[in-house]
């Protein structure tokens, strides 16, 4: 029996992602013309409902291409696209749980002496949260005090409409700080170009996300960094499963990423110690001012971090395979490939290399894919579908979704993830490819799963030899809304293969895989106007 759908239930989801999709779809087509004629348009909205998907660009592999040696040459072709960085895999250490992942935040900011450097959608407001706060000011008081660490800097970059959420948010945690400590501290939110005019004003908090935010999670300590795809909240320190890949004195690695968030920091709203916001003199401002000329400026700066990352590493690494010296224990056995998606800015290089990574996925390599929220895109699930691999895909089962038991229409999420779920295990059967594709979700009382990357198996071997690791769920929203990072590690240490490998069993071993009787069983039910309404806001979420 679907349960009935009251008036006032269905007046209140005018403020809900499916009426807003249609708004921004009809106004869009509207407006859009007259904010390329150079004027401001009364509101230039969010991207259209409906999915563009061209076929992969398909990038050439180089002729010739080394890597350390077959393994890592399999992958070199994205050296040629992004820069490459090549580090001991001695210095990559996987994190595995929550508190391993607080702790570790914890003691590296206390021992910073240059730099601590945070990207998150939020940071969360409890006492877990305030610890971390507290470690921050600890390490600010102690560089004013002790001339061992007199230059500490601390830049925070985080999503201005997630952070100013509530009256108690990100930003109130952090003002003491930056009241404090003016000349040491940064406080930048960004703000998506595609929430502005009536959009805005129209679409109250919480949902006005689902527009687009800043998603990086990058957490930098001196020349340490975690990369991850947890936020700065209580329950991704506790019981919210994530991943977190420690990158330990690499720091070239670490600049760029110091340098990628500095660029965000740039195009991003400035906290003031009275929590006002200003732009940067020169910038264009992401709503107030001409979308186009704000994403053009804001996409010349993140990419001028790029690609003078990417000369500079084409430049070393030339020159490195050009002598012919004895390297050091476990030098140049991993390399480090960085990512980023962009597309409100016109930035898709993540985009683009997964693409091709699921492109060529062959027959005999095996794919463990994981995401907290499984809503492919449909240019990834015709990859998917079409390619020749074996694929893993790990997902949340309803109970376990960070949605699950929510109040309102967000708490209808889990079954419209079931049903996309649903949807694509029945594609899968029709294609008779049961075997080859299969799914799993994911089970654990009391926690929330939140995973997100993949691993890479190739022909003959039985451990990984390249992972993913970041912000991206594969999704829509990672691919057109959102700012998202993550990066490519492809190893031949075997220590690190093993701790790859180590990480992705224990994921897997919570799990089960999903069958058609799955769907079957009663708690599995999805209402109908849950049914119908999730084509309309699959893509938000």
Not at 46 to 62: G, K, N, W
Not at 234 to 246: A, E, G, K, P, W
Not at 302 to 310: D, K
Request: charged share 20%; net charge neutral; hydrophobic share 40%.
């Amino acid at each position: 029996m679907v349960a009935p759908m009251t008036w006032r239930r269905l007046v209140y989801s005018v403020y809900s992602p499916a009426i807003t999709g249609v708004f921004t779809r009809i106004s869009d087509r509207i407006f859009r013309a007259r904010d390329r004629r150079g004027g401001s348009s009364v509101l230039l909205l969010a991207p259209l409902l409906a999915e563009d998907y061209p076929a992969p660009r398909h990038v050439s592999r180089p002729a010739g291409a080394q890597g350390t040696d077959g393994l890592c040459g399999h992958f070199q072709w994205m050296a040629e696209h992004v820069p490459a960085f090549r580090v001991p895999g001695t210095r990559i250490h996987i994190l595995t749980s929550p508190d391993q992942f607080y702790q570790t935040m914890k003691a590296r900011i206390k021992t910073a002496k240059r730099r601590v450097v945070m990207a998150s959608l939020y940071l969360g407001t409890g006492q877990l949260e305030q610890e971390l706060v507290d470690c921050m000011e600890e390490a600010l008081r102690r560089s004013q005090e002790n001339s061992d660490a007199p230059d500490l800097k601390v830049s925070i970059l985080l999503d201005y409409t997630r952070g100013s959420r509530g009256q108690a948010n990100s930003r109130t945690m952090l003002l003491p700080l930056l009241q404090r400590f003016v000349s040491q501290m940064r406080v930048s939110l960004y703000h998506t170009p595609d929430l502005r005019g009536l959009l805005r004003l129209l679409v109250p908090q919480r949902f006005n996300e689902t527009i687009g935010v800043q998603h990086i999670k990058v957490y930098l300590f001196d020349d340490s960094f975690i990369i991850s795809g947890a936020n700065l909240s209580d329950s991704y320190f506790t019981n919210r499963q994530d991943r977190y890949v420690l990158l330990d004195n690499c720091s070239e690695v670490a600049d760029f990423f110091s340098d990628l968030v500095e660029a965000v920091g740039d195009v991003s709203l400035q906290l003031q110690p009275d929590d006002s916001v200003t732009m940067l003199e020169g910038m264009v401002h992401p709503y107030n001012g001409n979308r186009q000329d704000f994403s053009a400026a804001a996409r010349k700066r993140i990419m001028e971090v790029v690609n003078t990352a990417h000369v500079r590493q084409q430049l070393l690494n030339a020159s490195e395979d050009s002598e012919d010296e004895d390297e050091g224990e476990g030098e140049g056995d991993t390399w480090v490939f960085p990512l980023v998606q962009m597309k409100p800015l016109g930035i898709q290089v993540d985009e683009q290399v997964t693409q091709r990574l699921l492109t060529d996925a062959g027959p005999a390599s095996t794919v463990f894919l994981t995401s907290g929220y499984f809503n492919l895109t449909q240019a990834y699930m015709r990859l998917v579908l079409g390619a020749g691999a074996r694929y893993r895909i790990l997902t949340a089962s309803p109970e376990v979704n960070g949605f699950f038991g929510a109040k309102g229409i967000a708490g209808a999420i889990p079954a419209a993830y079931t049903h996309i779920a649903r949807q694509f295990y029945n594609q899968v059967c029709r294609l008779g490819q049961q075997e080859r594709v299969q799914l799993h979700e994911y089970h654990r009382s009391q926690w929330t799963f939140h995973a997100k990357g993949l691993w890479y198996y190739l022909q003959g071997q039985d451990r990984p030899c390249l992972t993913l690791i970041g912000s991206p769920n594969f999704g829509y929203r990672s691919v057109h809304r959102d700012l998202e990072a993550q990066i490519a590690i492809v190893t031949v240490n075997e220590e690190l293969q093993s701790q790859l490998q180590e990480e992705q069993e224990i994921l897997y071993q919570r799990s089960s895989e999903v069958s058609g009787s799955t769907f079957e069983r009663p708690d599995r039910h999805v209402k109908l106007w849950v049914k119908l309404v999730t084509p309309l806001i699959k893509n938000f979420f």
